[in-house]
C-alpha cells in the first residue's frame, strides 16, 4: 500500500492515526516524501510553518489562557489539524477558524460555544525531531492532506504506539513546543504589518 492509497481510504477515518501504527516505521517516513492528495501542493519540508488552531474552551483550560494537556491528543487518533503557512493566506487562516467554529455552534446548540482564539506554530523539522527514549525512535510524521476548499491543510500523525508513559513523553514534547509559539488572536494583527506568517517564516530561517 502506498501513502495516497492509504489516506485516500481512510480520509474520514477518525483512528487513522491507530491505523497507522500497524506500518512499518520505515514506511511511514518514506510516506513523507509522498504527496497524500490529489490536491497537494507538494509534500511538506522540514522548514516549512505549521497553524493549528486553537479553539477556546476545546485545547485551552478554564482560565482561557492556558492549553490543556490533551490540546495535542487528535496527533494520536484521527491526525492533528494544521495549515501549512506557504499555502494559505492570514486572513484565509483567521475565516477559516472563524468559520469551523460557528458551523460547530451551529450544529450542536446544546454543547458549549466554540470560538478561535489563535494559533500554535510549529515548524516541521521540530516536531520530525521529536523522539523517546530511551529507544530514540521517531513518533510524529507530518502528511500534505490538503482537500479540494484547503490546500493548506496538514496532519501530524503519531505513527508510532507506545506505552502510557512514552506517549505522554512524547505529546509533552509536542506541547512544549507549541507553548513557546502561541498566537493570541487578538494580538496577531499587531505582527509584521498584519502578516504573522511572514514574521515566523523569517525567525525560523
Known amino acids: 500500500m502506498g501513502c495516497r492509497i492509504f489516506f485516500d481510504a481512510n480520509r474520514e477515518n477518525s483512528q487513522k492515526c491507530k491505523e497507522l501504527q ?3 516505521i520505515d514506511k511511514l517516513a518514506d510516506w513523507e516524501d509522498q ?20 479553539v477556546d474552551p476545546t ?3 478554564p482560565d482561557g489562557r492556558n492549553l490543556k494537556p490533551t490540546a ?3 496527533s494520536a487518533n484521527k491526525g492533528m489539524s494544521t495549515h501549512r503557512a506557504e499555502h494559505i493566506e492570514w486572513d484565509e487562516l483567521i475565516e477559516l477558524g472563524k468559520k469551523r467554529a460557528s458551523d460547530f455552534n451551529t450544529t450542536n446548540p446544546e454543547r ?19 523522539v523517546a527514549e ?30 502510557k508513559i512514552v506517549e505522554r513523553a512524547i505529546r509533552a ?3 512544549d513546543l507549541a507553548k513557546g509559539a502561541l498566537i493570541k488572536l487578538e494580538d496577531s ?5 498584519n502578516d504573522p506568517m511572514s514574521a515566523a517564516l523569517a525567525d525560523a530561517a
Not at 112 to 130: H, M, N
Not at 149 to 162: F, L, T
Not at 189 to 193: G, I, M, S
Open 22 to 24: 500497524k506500518i512499518e
Open 35 to 54: 504527496t497524500a492528495s490529489e490536491f497537494s501542493p507538494s509534500v511538506v519540508h522540514d522548514g516549512e510553518i505549521l497553524y493549528q488552531q486553537i
Open 59 to 61: 485545547h485551552l483550560e
Open 72 to 74: 495535542f491528543q487528535d
Open 112 to 130: 458549549p460555544k466554540r470560538s478561535l482564539w489563535g494559533f500554535a506554530k510549529f515548524l516541521t523539522e521540530d516536531v520530525r525531531r521529536i
Open 134 to 163: 530511551p529507544e530514540g525512535g521517531r513518533h510524529y510524521f507530518v502528511y500534505d492532506t490538503a482537500n479540494e476548499s484547503d490546500k493548506s491543510h496538514a496532519d501530524i500523525c503519531q505513527g508510532v504506539a507506545g506505552n
Open 173 to 175: 514534547s509536542l506541547f
Open 189 to 193: 494583527l499587531d505582527v509584521a504589518n
